[in-house]
């Protein structure tokens, strides 16, 4: 077996790793099933029930959005300093203490604190170490799928995790269900952070072969920028926003699904929460190998303007007028589609732009409009239900959102340039991104 054989299979090796990984961590796309056992809890009452207002109930969510999200910028300077493995560890530990936690009480502040602050920590550890080794290993050509293939698994990891979590709750009660999760955590992440690793000191993957040559061609150099001169860059606070946008609308409807689908599916509404996770997870592989061929830029339009119109499309369905099972289930699947999209076009951005050596912090950095745009629309949406009963309200601000999203969008596509207009026809567009940063 020659060097790149064993490179290539070490590479697949890491990437399948980080994708178990993920669909453990994934299990954040599943508090619509636990947030409906705790409202079920609060409207009995009685002694040891959860005595929360309307209102609270999804501010665990998302505070563990919020907290994950800052807490990758911690995380990618963990990850490019002491290495993936370290930082998959410490993530795997404080998710299993924060379902520990949690699984101990009924208390608000207690489960804010457990399953929001400590299981979002160790989340955005665990995931922050899971993509960028993974792309290390492989040439830019295949950046988008690599991250597509590692971030699923995070989206599709409802697939499992909700009807085993539907049947745990039955069995054992939410707490009881709370206390195994953290157990499995533990060892199930702990396991797989020994299999995630970065590439040797000089390693340069190698493209597909030239034409004409049965020689893999080198990979390109890309630029390295500085976590701190991203705030120097026009770039970023556009893809801040936009990822904001994206982030938290798909948010808001991942959170509250099982919500939105039991009244036409009763106990069977966890399927709209697994169903959803296939899409969340196809939309993330899709959106990565669509990338590579047409852009970042413009699949990243397509891609909020396609949500946009789910969303006004939804809001019928939402609010009593014919809301079938299988019309929930089917803009569920495509609302998660679209908002899959988001998690490896942005890593693939991130890497394009601005390079791969500080990779973890400037992801981490980006990352934390994932978490603002998940509390915000999240805690919006909540507030907006109580107040009116429905869904209504929320899915057509959302909307609105999401065509500026694309407005903005439109200025992330690459310029064109004198400086270019001598480069090879088979360059990809996002590399002509890479000539034009500087200037940006």
């Known amino acids: 077996m020659n060097a790149t054989q064993t490179s290539n299979r070490k590479g697949w090796t890491v990437a399948l790793a980080g994708t178990g990984i993920n669909l453990a961590l994934g299990i954040l796309y599943t508090w619509s099933i636990f947030r409906g056992a705790i409202a079920e809890s609060v409207a009995q009452g009685g002694a040891g029930a959860f005595n929360w207002s309307a209102a609270s109930i999804n501010d665990p969510y998302a505070v563990c959005c919020l907290v994950f999200a800052f807490a990758m910028i911690l995380a990618g300077k963990c990850q490019d300093k002491f290495g993936p493995r370290i930082t998959v560890m410490i993530g795997g530990l404080l998710v299993a203490s924060g379902f520990i936690l949690v699984s101990q009480s009924t208390e608000y502040w207690v489960w804010v604190l457990g399953f929001g602050v400590l299981a979002g920590t160790g989340i955005g550890f665990g995931y922050s170490a899971a993509t960028p080794p993974a792309l290390k290993w492989f040439p830019p050509a295949k950046t988008g799928l690599i991250a597509g293939i590692v971030v699923s698994g995070f989206g599709l990891a409802s697939v499992y995790i909700a009807p085993l979590a539907q049947w745990m709750l039955g069995a054992y009660g939410l707490q009881q269900s709370m206390l195994i999760f953290g157990v499995a955590f533990f060892f199930v992440v702990g396991g797989l952070a020994l299999l995630v690793t970065n590439p040797p000191k000089g390693y340069v993957p190698t493209s597909a072969p030239v034409q004409g040559s049965s020689k ?67 939309g993330r592989i899709v959106a990565g190998i669509v990338s590579d061929k047409i852009g970042r830029a413009n699949t990243l339009v397509i891609m909020l303007v396609a949500q946009a119109c789910l969303m006004f499309a939804a809001i019928p369905v939402i609010s009593g007028q014919g809301s079938g099972a299988v019309v929930i289930v089917l803009l569920a699947t495509f609302i998660g589609f679209n908002y899959g999209t988001n998690l490896a076009l942005f890593p693939a951005f991130t890497k394009d732009l601005w390079g791969l050596k500080n990779f973890g912090m400037n992801y981490g950095i980006l990352f934390t409009s994932w978490g603002v745009g998940g509390f915000v629309l999240v805690r919006l949406s909540e507030m907006l239900r109580a107040q009116t009963g429905s869904f209504a309200m929320s899915f057509a601000v959302s909307g609105v959102l999401l065509l500026v999203g694309a407005m903005l969008s439109l200025s992330l596509r690459p310029k064109k340039v004198e400086a270019l207009a001598t480069a090879p026809a088979t360059v990809p567009a996002e590399e002509e991104e890479l000539v034009l940063q500087k200037a940006d």
């Open 216 to 282: 893999p061609a080198p990979a390109k150099p890309s630029v390295d920028v500085a976590p701190s001169q991203l705030f120097k860059i026009g770039k970023f606070y556009t893809l801040w926003m936009v990822y904001f946008i994206g982030a938290g609308a798909g948010l808001m409807v991942i959170g509250s699904v099982a919500g939105m689908a039991r009244a036409s599916m009763g106990e069977l509404a966890f399927l709209a929460v697994a169903i959803l996770a296939i899409g969340n997870a196809a």
